[in-house]
Each structure stands twice: as structure tokens, then as C-alpha cells.
């Protein structure tokens, strides 16, 4: 059974002070691991695909990477308008719970 | 682009009634889905569909049905509602099932069975 898990359920950050959120994944082969930003009363708003182990994106402040248990979520310098929950879903069917991440100003 | 739309935003049932939860895209996509997400439980799949006629079931599909007789339009149906239905309903499309299909999400619907 495909199952992701994803770590720490909240997180609190000052402005400008980065850190990284953690997907543990277990799969049998995996087709897409995605990354989604989802805002309080709106839907999940799509971010990344990984594919492999190793491969890495980057958008603004945010950098997904990818090994063969767990992809990491990277927030460089973050400001308060990136306060959101951030999703990740394997084959993009199985969801984790989520990471609400708060930053402040 | 209007994308994925949902309707109702918001709705209340009484236990026992029926209603349909409608979605529609205008993206072409094969692919579209239905989840229900509650506070502690990540977002769940309902029921999918990989095309017009073709629909499955996912994680939790008891209590609902799903028909697909267009590309364009995947309504869910809530049978007699229950209390545990109440929850937000997100629909999504994609082009496919397959790696490097971003699935894209509707804006939700709040449903409370009272």
C-alpha cells in the first residue's frame, strides 16, 4: 500500500529564517512525487514533480529535491505571504496530511 | 481560462437527503477525481475517472456515486447523507494518470450534514 507521511505537522518561522519540510514516501515504483501549496478556503495549488532520486527544482524561494524514501521541501529566506499548507502526494493520487507552515514577520 | 469549477461553495443537507456536488472542466482533461479533506485526515480519494464512461473507486468511496458521460463534467452524488460526510470536496483534472500530469484542483465545495 502506498503511503506518504509528512513532517512536522506545523511549523513556525521568523521572516528570512529557512528551513525544510520532509515527505517519507513508501511506493512500489514511483511515478511523480508533486509538491502543492494550498492557501486556507482555496484548493491545492500545484508546485513541483519530482521523478527520480537526485533530481532537484526550484521556484522563487521554495527547492524540492528527491532521493528513493523522501523528498524535501527547502524554503530559503521566507517571507509571510509564503504561510500556507504545503501537500505532497505520491502518483498524485495518495496524499500526506500536510505541513502548516506560518512565517513572521 | 475558468479552469476546474465546483458548485455549490457552500452547502447544508439534513440527514438522510440527497444532493450532487457538480464539477467541470474545460481543459480536455481524461482524467478527473473527486477528494474529501477533514481536519487531521489529508486530502482522501473518493472516486476517479480516466475517461468519459470510465469511473473507479479510491480510498473511500462508500456512500457516494460518480458517473462520466462527458469529458467535460464528473458530479458527485451523495446518496442519504450522512453526519460523517460533512467535509470539503475538492474535484481535480488532470491529462492523464501518469507521471508529469499536474493535477489541477477546484476552488472546493463546504458540504455540513446536520
Known amino acids: 500500500e502506498d503511503q506518504v507521511t509528512q513532517s512536522p505537522e506545523a511549523l513556525r518561522l521568523q521572516e528570512g529564517e529557512s528551513s525544510s519540510l520532509n515527505c517519507s514516501y513508501t511506493?512500489?515504483?514511483?511515478?511523480?512525487l508533486f509538491w502543492y501549496r494550498q492557501d486556507p478556503g482555496k484548493g491545492p495549488e500545484f508546485l513541483f514533480t519530482l521523478y527520480s532520486a537526485g533530481e532537484e527544482k526550484e521556484k522563487e524561494r521554495l527547492k524540492a529535491t528527491l532521493t528513493k524514501k523522501e523528498s524535501f521541501l527547502h524554503i530559503t529566506a521566507p517571507k509571510p505571504e509564503d504561510s500556507a499548507t504545503y501537500l505532497c502526494a505520491v502518483h498524485a493520487l495518495v496524499f500526506g496530511k500536510g505541513t502548516r507552515l506560518s512565517v513572521i514577520a | 481560462n475558468a479552469g476546474v469549477t465546483q458548485t455549490p461553495k457552500f452547502q447544508v443537507l439534513k440527514t438522510g437527503q440527497s444532493m450532487t456536488l457538480q464539477c467541470a472542466q474545460d481543459?480536455?482533461?481524461?482524467?478527473m477525481s473527486w477528494y474529501r479533506q477533514d481536519p487531521g485526515m489529508g486530502l482522501r480519494l473518493i472516486h476517479y475517472s480516466v475517461g468519459a464512461g470510465i469511473t473507479d473507486q479510491g480510498e473511500v468511496p462508500n456512500g457516494y456515486n460518480v458517473s462520466r458521460s462527458t469529458t467535460e463534467d464528473f458530479p458527485l452524488r451523495l446518496l442519504s447523507a450522512a453526519p460523517s460526510q460533512t467535509s470539503v470536496y475538492f474535484c481535480?483534472?488532470?491529462?492523464?494518470?501518469?507521471?508529469?500530469?499536474?493535477?489541477?484542483f477546484g476552488e472546493g465545495s463546504w458540504l455540513t450534514v446536520v
Open positions: 481535480a483534472s488532470s491529462y492523464g494518470m501518469s507521471a508529469g500530469n499536474t493535477i489541477y
Open positions: 511506493v512500489s515504483g514511483l511515478r511523480g
Open positions: 481543459m480536455n482533461h481524461e482524467y
